[in-house]
């Protein structure tokens, strides 16, 4: 998919360092309180790819959604670049599980939305062909959501996430819906515009070959609340292949933290 | 690689139809052939055989269907020679054009003819037919009259039932207030309110307009609401993860998200307007064609009284067809067969 443009915008947006400090969270249900997250402190640098990986359900989507500014978290601090999120910005854009794309709009205004939605669409209009071109849709943008294979709809999601110049992509669980052979396809190119554009990125999945080859630290967190169990970095150079015996390697250690070496 | 591998190809969508195998056009048109038979027929029956009573327009009747039956005739004959799409229309039409020229021959034999059926409550067609030729010109005013009212109480409560269904859907304080009065208020029949609003209102054309748009703007609030408040919630979590101020997660989201639930209502709101209508028309306006219906009945003109009917069914049918060629285009985006 990357082979078109060598660069996505210029000038390349610099990736923001985030802090997630002592945050716990917490949901009403029925009338009683459910923990979610349980004093989750990390920072990631400025520029990395972090995968948080937890089981079904342990509340990592719950943690991106604070990130995102969706919610304020329950107690803790969360900082970007050292401000402390107070609410959603287009700088850290989310790339949802379900492409969530507006099935009234064509694909390519989808991809204008967070343009539009701020007003600058007049002014920059150029930066959708430019999205589109980097996931390899040109040729789609008056198509509708309905005509489009999964992967093709994620592929719009991700244009419509770039089109925000994210400092800090926040990717949940992405590719989670995907069949398997367009998900490696996915996988790949994601890194690669990670690569090039510079941006932070956080991942969740549960998904551990995915959080392997994708990541440069895996985040292992717990059943919910989800509190951190490892945090491991994936000393492996890019392009990786999936048959790295390091990669296997880590691949056992991280399912052993899950409960799930059993029969690996 | 991206490919137009994961795409599905658009020769599936939308080829069905298109490559529906249609029958070549024969050199004689046997179905025609029998149904311009049949309607020269009616035409031989009907002006020559003599009326029971003076009708006026026994010979242009007489002269409609025998037109009927000459174009038949040559569609059947000479079809190859007729504009491809008028020839597979007449096919299409030609079971019903057969079984309506049966109709004509009962209904010409059992009123003008040999009045089986009993005068003056069975009307002769070309009883109905002088209606049209010769009181167009109150028929047609009435059309206006009707018209007229119902557009202005359909837009103003289309577009109340639309601001207030948007209103309660999306505001939490709208809806604590709005609801219990809209439940109370809003299952009551508009028609209800009627004389009340002919006692309220400084004249009937105003106090009708009310009613109209009353009856509308029930369903419309009900189902512009319930649409806005069932949008996908991850929408709007999208655009404001994007920088969308609440405006645009208004006009740009919860809008076009329930416009599917507002159409229903719109449909819904029309059919209730029509009957409100004829009802406004025939209690106070004195104009319309609830008015006309009115009148005709009182004179026991009953010809007049039935092509009333037929103009109104002509007018609500052609104005549902109208809304749902402006959903269908509206709402492309939904069918599922839109071609890029």
Known sequence: ?264 | MFSAKSLRPAEDIGQSVADEPVAAPRAFWFLGGIAAVAWLTDAAVTGWLPDIDDFDRTGLLAWVMAGIGAILAAIAVLGSLVPKNVAERARYSGPWLLLLSGVFLAWELTTAKFTVLPRPFFASPQAMLEVFTDDYPRLGLSVAHSLRLLAGGYVIGAMAGFAAGVAIGWSRAVGYWAHPALRLLGPLPATAWLPLAFFAFPGSYSASTFLVALATGFPVTVLTWSGVAGVNKAYYDVARTMGASQRFLVLKVAIPAAMPSVFVGLFMGLGASFSVLVVAEMMGVKAGLGWYLQWAQGWAAYANMYSALLVMALMCTGLITLLFRARDKLLAWQKGLVQW
């Open chain 1, 1 to 264: 998919m990357v082979s078109t443009a060598a660069r996505f915008v210029e000038p390349a947006p610099p990736g923001s360092a985030l802090d997630v400090l002592n945050v716990s969270h917490a949901f009403a249900l029925d009338g009683k309180t459910l923990p979610v997250l349980d004093r989750v402190s990390f920072r990631m640098e400025a520029g990395e790819l972090v995968a948080l990986l937890g089981p079904s359900g342990c509340g990592k989507s719950t943690l991106l959604r604070l990130v995102a500014g969706l919610e304020p978290p329950s107690t803790g601090t969360l900082l970007v670049d050292g401000q402390r999120i107070a609410g959603p910005h287009p700088s850290r854009v989310v790339m949802f599980q379900d492409p969530t794309l507006y099935p009234w709009r064509t694909v390519r205004a989808n991809v204008s939305l967070g343009l539009e939605a701020r007003g600058l669409l007049r002014a920059q209009g150029g930066r959708v062909d430019e999205a589109l071109r980097l996931v390899g849709l040109t040729n789609f943008e008056t198509a509708y959501p309905h005509q489009l294979s999964g992967g093709m709809a994620q592929r719009v999601s991700l244009a419509r996430a770039l089109v925000n110049d994210p400092t800090l992509l926040l990717l949940d669980e992405p590719l989670g819906k995907l069949d398997s052979m367009t998900r490696i396809t996915m996988q790949g190119e994601l890194v690669s515009l990670w690569q090039r554009a510079g941006f932070s990125a956080l991942l969740v999945t549960h998904d551990v070959e995915e959080a392997l080859f994708m990541a440069n630290r895996v985040i292992v967190l717990s059943d919910r609340p989800a509190a951190i169990k490892a945090d491991i970095a994936v000393d492996l150079p890019y392009p990786r292949h999936r048959g790295d015996p390091r990669i296997a390697e880590l691949r056992r250690e991280v399912l052993g933290l899950l409960g799930l070496d059993a029969n690996w």
